[in-house]
């Protein structure tokens, strides 16, 4: 069964700094998907990652995929506190199934 | 383009009851997946509607169920609640099948059982 993970589960940092969210799965897959949530709040899709190698970027964020590694990373550069939330990705594709496994999610503090 | 959309937003039942939750798609969308959310089990898929069919099912009782409309609408059912299905019922739009392309989320209705 597919399994995703997610490292790590809690982040607390500082303004400015930079840091990256891992996101491991345990079989081939060539979707990849990163979602953001606040607090009480919806599932907000951030990125979708369609082929190995892939990167993409928006403001401060940027994700990539290595599907040879099974790995994808969601890259925080420069950290505002704005960007405090939890971090998800979801992987789907995979042959037979139809639908997507989330990871653990990693809760990201960022701290003023 | 209206997004995803989910009623009631907040409902508080008693053990025993069954509850009805619904979503509407994204005009155009065909797949609707849900999901359950509770802070110690994360994001569980429940299962996800294509025309009407149901074409994956997670790893839930059958106290659990669901249906889509031919307008794509979907109803989520919990029948006989029990206090460890209070969560964050989440469901999900997609053009085809859920896993292909991007889920785009509801709100989100807030489950509380007492």
């Known amino acids: 069964e597919l399994k995703v993970e997610q490292n790590p589960l809690f982040l607390s940092m500082q303004e400015g700094k930079n840091y990256t969210i891992y996101c491991n799965y345990s079989?081939?897959?060539?979707?990849l998907y990163w979602y953001r949530q606040d607090p009480g709040k919806s599932l907000e899709s951030l990125f979708v990652?369609?082929?190995?190698?892939a990167v993409k970027q928006e403001g401060r964020l940027m994700a990539s995929l290595d599907t040879k590694a099974r790995l994808s990373t969601l890259h925080i550069t420069a950290a505002v506190h704005d960007l405090s939330a939890t971090y998800f990705c979801?992987?789907?594709?995979?042959?037979?199934?139809?639908?997507?496994?989330f990871g653990t999610g990693t809760r990201l503090k960022v701290l003023a | 383009k209206a997004g995803v959309t989910q009623t009631p937003r907040y409902l508080i039942k008693t053990r025993g009851q069954q509850v009805t939750l619904s979503c509407s798609p994204i005009?155009?969308?065909?797949?609707v997946s849900w999901y359950q959310q509770t802070p110690g089990q994360g994001l569980q898929f429940l299962f996800e509607?294509?025309?009407?069919?149901?074409?994956n099912k997670g790893n839930f009782p059958g106290r659990f169920s669901g249906r889509q409309f031919s307008n794509s609408r979907s109803e989520m059912n919990v029948s006989t609640l029990e206090l460890g299905d209070s969560a964050l019922y989440l469901c999900?739009?997609?053009?085809?099948?859920?896993?292909?392309?991007?889920?785009?989320f509801g709100p989100g209705t807030r489950l509380t059982v007492t």
């Open positions: 999900a739009s997609s053009l085809t099948s859920g896993s292909m392309h991007e889920q785009y």
């Open positions: 079989t081939t897959s060539d979707r």
């Open positions: 990652l369609l082929s190995n190698g």
């Open positions: 979801a992987v789907g594709g995979t042959s037979g199934t139809y639908k997507y496994i």
């Open positions: 005009s155009g969308h065909r797949s």
């Open positions: 509607y294509f025309s009407e069919t149901q074409r």
